[in-house]
């Protein structure tokens, strides 16, 4: 059974503080044991037998858990010779459930990486130029205390390692929207014109509550348009008296067509 998840939407404000919900990601699941994922390269399947779960490529196991359930995502990267898939793993009745691996496919033989993410539950994943990332959410209450609101990992040259992690929602958001999978057009570049009744506050990520209170453009004004994450662009603005660029996230229903 092959699926496709969307999630959108993310961020909103929970007890004073942005709390992340769900990112903006596209991957194709498998959501229990048995299920499969189809590549470019081949199929992926999870087995269970006797307890172990085991991840088959083409028919040959690649990787064996003892006792434990996994399931397999597949993430996609634009105009490359490789398919990678995403292992979540898990056991039951166990405090600290999930792990991960990422599963790197093409027209060789597969490569496995190692174990990472311990404890975190999935937020999103995506490239860092070709090469994969995933985003792994900690709890709200971890993040209260100053733990890591998320934790992106990158899978280069066969290794893992950790890339970013932030207590601070903003940062966080910012960072996970411009590595996104599922951004839509992330490089197509266009101008359009604030619209609408006063200025408009520029933000540093796609959410209302990360609004910079010293960057606002007025009506009229023209702006160069990068990135789109769920209601917002990522624009830039000269001013053309002074010359000054600012940058920032702007919503995407302040914003008009050029005539």
């Known amino acids: 059974m092959e699926k496709v998840w969307r999630w959108r939407g993310a961020l909103g404000l929970l007890c004073g503080a942005l709390a992340l919900s769900a990112f903006p990601w596209r991957a194709q699941a498998a959501s229990s044991v048995g299920d499969s994922v189809k590549t470019r390269f081949g199929t992926v399947e999870v087995r269970s037998d006797a307890g172990n779960t085991s991840i088959v490529y083409r028919g040959k196991t690649v990787l064996t858990l003892a006792d434990k359930r996994a399931a397999v995502y597949r993430i996609t990267p634009k105009n490359e010779n490789r398919d990678f898939v995403l292992l979540q793993g898990w056991q039951a009745?166990?405090?600290?459930?999930?792990?991960y691996r990422i599963v790197a496919l093409s027209k060789g033989l597969p490569q496995v990486s190692a174990q990472f993410g311990d404890c975190l539950d999935m937020a999103g994943a995506g490239f860092i130029g070709s090469d994969p990332v995933v985003h792994l959410r900690?709890?709200?209450?971890?993040?209260?205390?100053?733990?890591?609101?998320?934790?992106?990992?990158?899978?280069?040259?066969?290794?893992?390692?950790?890339?970013?992690?932030?207590?601070?929602?903003?940062?966080?958001?910012?960072?996970?929207?411009?590595?996104?999978?599922?951004?839509?057009?992330?490089?197509r570049r266009d101008e359009r014109r604030v619209k609408?009744?006063?200025?408009?506050?520029?933000?540093?990520?796609?959410?209302?509550?990360?609004?910079?209170?010293?960057?606002?453009?007025?009506?009229?004004?023209?702006?160069?348009?990068?990135?789109?994450?769920?209601?917002?662009?990522?624009?830039?603005?000269?001013?053309?008296?002074?010359?000054?660029?600012?940058?920032?996230w702007i919503p995407s229903e302040r914003l008009e067509k050029l005539q």
């Open 196 to 248: 609408g009744v006063g200025p408009v506050y520029l933000s540093s990520a796609p959410s209302p509550g990360c609004q910079l209170k010293d960057l606002s453009v007025a009506p009229g004004d023209l702006l160069v348009l990068t990135l789109d994450a769920d209601d917002f662009r990522f624009a830039y603005f000269r001013d053309p008296r002074t010359g000054k660029q600012i940058e920032g």
């Open 93 to 99: 009745g166990t405090a600290c459930r999930h792990f």
């Open 138 to 187: 900690g709890s709200a209450s971890e993040a209260r205390k100053g733990q890591p609101l998320i934790t992106t990992y990158l899978l280069k040259r066969g290794k893992i390692s950790e890339v970013f992690s932030s207590t601070n929602p903003c940062n966080t958001a910012d960072f996970v929207a411009r590595t996104n999978v599922d951004l839509s057009g992330a490089t």
